[in-house]
């Protein structure tokens, strides 16, 4: 797994390599109200994208990554990857 975020300015799908986030232009704007998608991440284990909301992003609540393949769990702190058990 990768340990640190690299964070995209610009949506490049290319550069979308594991670890990486792209900040929405409507971040804050879709999703639950009380805690709105904020980022697009690609898993830092295999490269998957899905949304994270911004308390994933803020490190309060874990991220999971979506695909079957693969069960990531992890927490985000200060731009770092800091991997979590699963239950
Ligand atoms: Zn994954």
Redesign the pocket.
Known sequence: MVAELNILTEWIPEQME?GTVFILENAGEVGNQEDPYWAVLA??????L?LITRRQIGGLIPVI???D????QFVIKDEQVVPRKPN
């Open positions: 594991p898993c830092p284990q295999c490269g998957t899905g990554c979506g695909s393949k693969c069960s990531a």
